[in-house]
Structures are given as C-alpha cells and as structure tokens.
C-alpha cells in the first residue's frame, strides 16, 4: 500500500536539511507524486512496466528536477533544472489522458491531479 507523503514541515524527518523543501512548487510536486503512486497502484498488472512506470518516472522527474534546479549556482543552470521538471509535468500530463481514455483513471481522481498540476506548473514557469 502507498501512503500519501505529505509535505515537509519543520518536525518532519528527511535526510538532508536543504533549502528546496521549502519551496511550495517542491512540495506541491512530491504530493503529485505520492498521488500518482496511489492512483497507479490499482492500474492493471500488465501495466507495471508500461505506463505505471512511466507515470511514475515522470512524476520522480518533476520533484527531482527542482531540487537539482535549486542547488545550482547560476541562473541559467536553475532555470534549465526548472524547464526539464515543467517538460515531465507536460509528459505526465499526456499519461493522466492515456490514462482516462483507457479507463484507468476517473474524472474525480483527475481532478486532485490537475488542481496539484495546474499550480505546479504555474510555479515553474514563474521561475523559467
């Protein structure tokens, strides 16, 4: 069973103490991720490899993508971090709909990923 992460606070535990995880688009990237490992968990089996994968490895790229952006020095290294993570929310995005037409997703689970998605990708176009 996945369970939900939810966003770092000041009591919560993590490896490193970095500055990233406070960013809201960090935070709001890891709760896509641990919505998308939730809602693919009951995809069907001949899926793991194919498409929950692939959700989910986009999802990563999103999270990581910014963390990696913000502990680069320069300015134009940053921004390149933010528009690889802005292009996996793009990718997930065409997956979510591959997703829907195949019947794997509902509208009403849709809706949480599009609102996390939505704001996610606000936020980092902001910072491109």
Do not use: C, W
């Not at 641990?34 to 790229?61: C, D, H, N, W």
């Not at 009403?108 to 998605?117: F, G, H, I, S």
């Amino acid at each position: 069973m996945v369970h939900i992460i939810k966003p770092v606070t000041k009591n919560s535990k993590t490896m490193l103490t970095l500055s990233h995880k406070k960013l809201t688009v960090y935070q709001k990237s890891i709760e896509l991720v641990s919505y998308i490992y939730l809602k693919t968990e009951k995809y069907p089996k001949e899926e793991k490899f194919g498409l929950v994968s692939q959700m989910r490895r986009s999802a990563i790229s999103i999270s990581s993508n910014i963390a990696e952006g913000a502990s680069r020095k320069s300015e134009k290294e940053r921004k390149r971090f933010y528009e690889i993570a802005r292009s996996s929310l793009v990718e997930l995005d065409t997956q979510v709909e591959i997703s829907l037409n195949l019947k794997y997703l509902t509208n009403k689970d849709v809706q949480k990923m599009e609102k996390l998605a939505n704001a996610t990708f606000a936020m980092l176009s902001n910072m491109v």
